[in-house]
């Protein structure tokens, strides 16, 4: 089945600097990849997502790339702020049964 | 819209009883329905998937009778955690998709955080 790797564990950047997190998939088939941000205690907000015809998306600060030749994709986000600090997941979904594959998630420490 | 709920968002349980988790899309319909368990500092583990009308698919190693799940109705799921133990404390969180449409988009409850004493 589908398994999804993710790095790094955890990723301390400076305020406004850029971070970026990086996902590996293993099965071809997976066509669409959205990435979660999760506060302690609470559910799960998509920021963003992906789909297998598009190479890459932007929202604001936040950006995705997908190279499905590699089977990576990686979330960027520039100009880091306090309110950045969360911990991220990457997922991948395919149409056989729409159910998401998590990957292990990042913890983003924003610095002041 | 897309608004999920679940309830309680938490509960403290005795070992040996039964807790019920609901889970409600509030403003749409919703045949599927997947419910996860979050240990601490760990991703989210899918336990099932839980589709209007018939029977649960578990996961590998999810135990179908400890953890029963209902899906009556296009806005309900109800997980019940049977003769729950310590080690089943945990963060449950279920999530549900919109009825028709062919979607991967996967809209999230709460939360419920149960603790087993």
């Known amino acids: 089945g589908e398994n999804v790797e993710q790095h790094p564990s955890t990723l301390s950047v400076q305020e406004g600097d850029s971070a970026v997190i990086k996902c590996t998939y293993s099965?071809?088939?997976?066509?669409?990849f959205p990435w979660y941000k999760q506060e302690l205690g609470k559910r799960p907000q998509l920021i963003i997502d992906?789909?297998?015809n598009v190479g890459e998306k932007k929202d604001q600060r936040i950006a995705v790339t997908l190279n499905k030749t590699a089977k990576h994709f990686s979330l960027h986000i520039t100009e880091t702020q306090p309110e950045d600090s969360a911990v991220y997941f990457c997922?991948?979904?395919?149409?056989?049964?729409?159910?998401?594959?998590w990957g292990a998630g990042t913890k983003l420490i924003i610095k002041p | 819209g897309a608004v999920v709920s679940q309830h309680p968002s938490w509960v403290i349980c005795k070992s040996g009883t039964s807790v019920k988790i609901e889970c409600r899309s509030l403003d749409f319909q919703a045949t599927t329905m997947f419910w996860y368990r979050q240990f601490p500092k760990q991703s989210l583990m899918l336990m099932a998937t839980s589709n209007e009308g018939s029977k649960a698919t578990y996961e590998q190693g999810v135990e179908k009778d400890k953890f029963l799940i209902n899906h009556a109705s296009l806005t309900l799921s109800t997980l019940t955690v049977t003769s729950a133990h310590p080690e089943d404390s945990s963060f449950y969180i279920c999530?549900?998709?919109?009825?028709?449409?062919?979607?991967?988009?996967?809209?999230f409850g709460p939360g419920t955080r149960l603790t087993v004493t």
């Open positions: 992906i789909r297998s």
């Open positions: 997922a991948a979904s395919m149409n056989s049964n729409y159910q998401l594959i």
């Open positions: 099965d071809s088939a997976s066509n669409y």
């Open positions: 999530s549900a998709q919109i009825s028709g449409y062919l979607t991967h988009e996967q809209y």
